[in-house]
C-alpha cells in the first residue's frame, strides 16, 4: 500500500536543520521531519550535578516539552512536572547527546539541551536527537572559545524512527504510520556507524529476526543522510 505522503519506503520526509535559530541560546538549532517541528536550545550553565563537583569536568542533560496545541487536540502543560512518557524521552534525548561527547573535562558547566515540540507528527523525540546534536556541537564550541580548550564535542549523532506498516519494513513514521504500525523502532547512532540505542516493539504483531535487520538497515541507511546534513548544517 502507498504511504500516506507517496514517499518510498526508505525515503525520509523533507528535513530541514535551522541553526542559529534563537540568538539568545549558545547553540541552537530548529528541526523540522516534515510535519514535525521542535525547537531545540542548548544553554551553558555554570555548575554541575552534584555527583561532578569538584571533579572539574562537565554535565550534559537534556528537557523536553511538547507545546499544548502542537497537535490537533489541545493538550495541557505539565505543570506539576514531567509525565512518564516525557521523562523517558528526555532521558533517552539526554543519554543520547552524552554520547557524542569527545570529553566531559570542559570545566564545570552543564550544558542543558532543550526540545521543546512546536508541532508533532511522529518521530518528536528522533527529531530533538538530531537538532539537539547541532545546537551541541555550538554550544561546545563556545565553551572552547570561552575556556581556551579543544572542543569538548566529539562525534554526532542522530536518530530516526522504523516500523512495519501494512507488513513492509518503513523508515521515518509519520503520525498516521506511527499510529497503525505493527512493528514500531526509534534507532539513534553515532557516526558513522555505532549504535547508541535500539528501541523497538512489537505493537500489533511479533517481529523476524530478517525484519529487524530490514528496519536496522533501513535506519542505518537514513541516519547517514542526516549525518550529512548535519556536517553541511554546521559547515564541517
Not at 530541514?16 to 547553540?27: K, S, W
Not at 508533532?120 to 580548550?149: K, N, P
Not at 572542543?151 to 506511527?178: C, H, K, M, N, W
Amino acid at each position: 500500500m502507498p504511504r500516506p505522503d507517496q514517499r518510498a519506503n526508505d525515503a525520509l520526509r523533507p528535513v530541514v536543520l535551522e541553526r542559529g535559530a534563537n540568538p539568545y541560546a549558545e547553540g541552537s538549532c530548529l528541526v523540522r521531519f516534515g510535519g514535525t517541528l521542535v525547537h531545540c536550545t542548548a544553554s551553558v550553565e555554570t555548575g554541575v550535578p552534584g555527583f561532578r563537583k569538584g571533579s572539574g569536568e562537565g554535565w550534559v542533560t537534556a528537557e523536553y516539552a511538547m507545546l499544548p496545541r502542537a497537535t490537533s487536540e489541545r493538550t495541557a502543560r505539565e505543570r506539576n512536572g514531567p509525565g512518564g512518557r516525557t521523562q523517558e524521552i528526555q532521558r533517552l534525548i539526554g543519554r543520547s547527546l552524552r554520547a557524542a561527547m569527545g570529553t566531559m573535562a570542559f570545566g564545570e558547566y552543564t550544558v542543558k539541551i532543550d526540545c521543546d515540540v512546536l508541532q508533532a507528527d511522529g518521530g518528536t523525540r528522533t527529531a530533538s536527537i538530531t537538532g539537539g546534536c547541532v545546537a551541541l556541537a555550538d554550544a561546545c564550541q563556545w565553551i572552547a572559545t570561552r575556556e581556551g580548550i579543544a572542543s569538548p564535542f566529539g562525534t554526532l549523532v542522530a536518530a530516526v524512527s522504523v516500523g512495519i506498516v501494512e507488513q513492509e519494513p518503513r523508515l521515518d513514521l509519520a503520525y498516521l504510520e506511527d499510529k497503525g504500525a505493527e512493528v514500531d523502532a526509534n534507532l539513534v547512532m553515532l557516526e558513522p556507524d555505532r549504535f547508541v540505542e535500539v528501541q523497538g516493539t512489537g505493537e500489533a504483531a511479533t517481529f523476524s529476526r530478517a525484519e529487524l535487520d530490514a528496519m536496522l538497515e533501513l535506519g542505518r541507511a537514513g541516519i547517514s543522510r542526516l549525518f550529512a546534513l548535519q556536517r553541511q548544517t554546521l559547515g564541517w
